[in-house]
């Protein structure tokens, strides 16, 4: 079964505002890493957190991880018109290094 | 630095036409995989192999087979094209498995 479950619905926000989106998963992980992509392009590899932390940032991105809840949320403060993508988390819980990815969450950010 | 590259990116096949898909990588990854991508299923992972000389099945493998030709080098592989496949197919890699993926441009694969 598929691991990583973004919540499903599409975000459509305002220039400057902050996307949030969500992930569930449901074993036990190592990590769990987030993903980009554009229209028609591959994935781009975002930020990784590991089960032993809370908290990560990379630049405008915020990861938190709640592993008794076995959640994560992605946060892109301030967006621009470029964040305008497809919003991926993976985990590693299919085992053997590999990748379980969501179905994605589409954000669309309005100039 | 080119990083993954996969060819083509599109293909029209008839149902029970064979072909393969290439990829390759210049970041010296050992591990190496095979994803298709359809409407609202997210990423499925066909196959992968985790160092030269390995391969291994994914979640839906049934249908493809792989070869990895060398460390760069991770062909994908239809026998009997048929229209369940017809999705978009990407490469990618990652120095250790299961970390940091880079993947290619993607190829459109339809099957009439």
């Known amino acids: 079964s598929q691991q990583g479950e973004e919540d499903p619905q599409a975000l459509s926000i305002q220039e400057g505002e902050n996307a949030t989106m969500n992930c569930s998963y449901k074993t036990s992980i190592n990590n769990l890493q987030w993903y980009r992509q554009n229209s028609g392009r591959g994935l781009v590899h975002l930020i990784l957190?590991?089960?032993?932390?809370r908290e990560k940032h990379s630049g405008r991105l915020r990861v938190t991880l709640d592993t008794s809840k076995k959640s994560s949320s992605l946060l892109i403060t301030a967006s621009r018109a470029a964040d305008t993508a497809s919003y991926f988390c993976a985990t590693d819980a299919g085992g053997n290094n590999r990748l379980a990815f969501g179905k994605g969450n589409q954000v669309v950010v309005i100039p | 630095n080119a990083g993954v590259t996969q060819t083509p990116k599109f293909q029209v096949l008839k149902t029970g036409q064979s072909m393969t898909l290439q990829c390759a990588q210049d970041?010296?990854?050992?591990?190496m995989y095979w994803y298709r991508q359809d409407p609202g299923m997210g990423l499925r992972l066909i196959y992968y192999?985790?160092?030269?000389?390995?391969?291994d099945k994914g979640e839906v493998p049934n249908g493809y087979n792989v070869s990895r030709l060398n460390k760069r080098e991770f062909s994908l592989r239809l026998e009997s094209a048929a229209p369940s496949q017809t999705s978009v197919y990407f490469c990618?890699?990652?120095?250790?498995?299961?970390?940091?993926?880079?993947f290619g441009s993607g190829t459109q694969l339809s099957v009439l």
């Open positions: 990618a890699s990652s120095e250790v498995g299961g970390l940091k993926l880079f």
């Open positions: 957190i590991r089960s032993n932390e």
């Open positions: 192999s985790a160092s030269e000389g390995t391969t």
């Open positions: 970041m010296n990854h050992n591990s």
